[in-house]
């Protein structure tokens, strides 16, 4: 669409880039620090809850206080004076997502190598091991949630892994999801349980399988379809897909598939580290150093109760100091 077609303040929607249940994401240009910016656009409405504005400043003050080199900063949150509608603006990322990536990579037969597996999962997995030492769960972890950052004309390696979506499907009803978004939810919630940090894990191990395969571990016509598989289904094994997969590359994989969530890796830094191993390569360097309050198992020291519940769902959310909200422009 148009620049002048249609504006929110100083911000000039430009271009859409994505459409899920919970809203719409654009391309933005901040008219006043002139530079581009995402706006995700999320409408209020009856079935949101009476208690949204509330919810949502909450929520949002908890994604503007994370600050990870590998997860895109949200700089700035508001609800329309007519309450019809809330924006959540954030850096935007110039390159394609990992789903873009893997539909010209895996899913055409081009399985990455070893070491662009990990150079893709590692940053992921430090940004997620963040989030979750602070309490955060993503709940929405899927491909089109990874964002590449561009990188030079000269190479034609995908951009730096970077983080987005946090929390914008958490404690949907599951059925009411995109067939895309249900392939890469946990046996927890898809029982419509709350999701936590191993949640999140079991959607980077669909991930990794999804990338070391091109398919993905379950499959159906309908989301009912594949909720049930991931309650109750067991995945093909990915070396029967990939016959060059190893037994420990298969291992780690499966691990990090288990229908019980304390079967699974205790952060998701062990999972890529294990993956790392069993592929034979290294490691990128800072990641491991990156990581707070971990202890030498990979387990958190301190261990609460997950307090960012979905923005977009209908969860029994905190209450928020509505002092920080930044007014409309």
């Not at 999320?42 to 003050?61: K, M």
């Not at 999701?195 to 070391?212: F, K, N």
């Not at 029967?240 to 830094?269: G, Q, V």
Request: hydrophobic share 40%; with cysteine; proline share 7%.
């Amino acid at each position: 669409m148009g620049t002048n077609q249609s504006r929110l303040g100083k911000y000039e929607l430009q271009e859409r880039l994505g459409r899920s249940v919970v809203g719409e994401v654009w391309k933005a240009f901040d008219t006043q620090e002139r530079r581009y910016v995402a706006i995700k656009i999320i409408p209020v409405d009856a079935q949101t809850g009476a208690d949204f504005t509330q919810r949502f400043y909450h929520e949002a003050q908890i994604l503007v206080a994370l600050h990870h080199p590998n997860i895109v900063p949200v700089r700035d949150f508001r609800i329309e004076q007519s309450g019809s509608k809330a924006y959540i603006i954030m850096d935007y990322v110039e390159g394609p997502s990992l789903a873009d990536y893997l539909s010209t990579t895996a899913h055409m037969g081009k399985i990455p190598s070893p070491a662009e597996v990990v150079r893709l999962m590692a940053p992921i997995a430090a940004a997620l091991d963040y989030a979750h030492s602070r309490n955060v769960i993503h709940g929405a972890l899927r491909p089109a949630a990874i964002l590449l950052d561009k990188q030079s004309e000269t190479t034609s390696s995908p951009g730096e892994s970077k983080l987005t979506d946090f929390g914008l499907n958490s404690m949907q009803n599951p059925l009411a999801l995109a067939l895309d978004d249900v392939s890469y939810i946990s046996p927890e919630i898809a029982q419509g349980m709350a999701g936590t940090d191993r949640s999140d894990l079991y959607s980077l191990g669909v991930i990794l399988y999804e990338i070391c395969t091109g398919a993905l571990p379950f499959h159906g016509d309908t989301a009912s379809d594949i909720l049930m598989q991931h309650i109750h289904g067991t995945p093909i094994s990915p070396a029967l897909i990939n016959p060059h997969i190893s037994p420990a590359l298969t291992a780690a994989i499966l691990r990090s598939l288990a229908r019980d969530p304390a079967a699974r890796y205790p952060s998701a830094i062990a999972l890529v580290t294990t993956v790392a191993k069993a592929l034979n390569t290294s490691m990128p360097e800072g990641i491991s150093q990156s990581l707070p309050g971990r202890d030498e198992s990979g387990v958190y020291r301190a261990v609460n109760p997950p307090s960012l519940s979905g923005i977009g769902g209908n969860a029994a959310w905190g209450t928020g100091n509505l002092d920080t909200m930044n007014s409309p422009t």
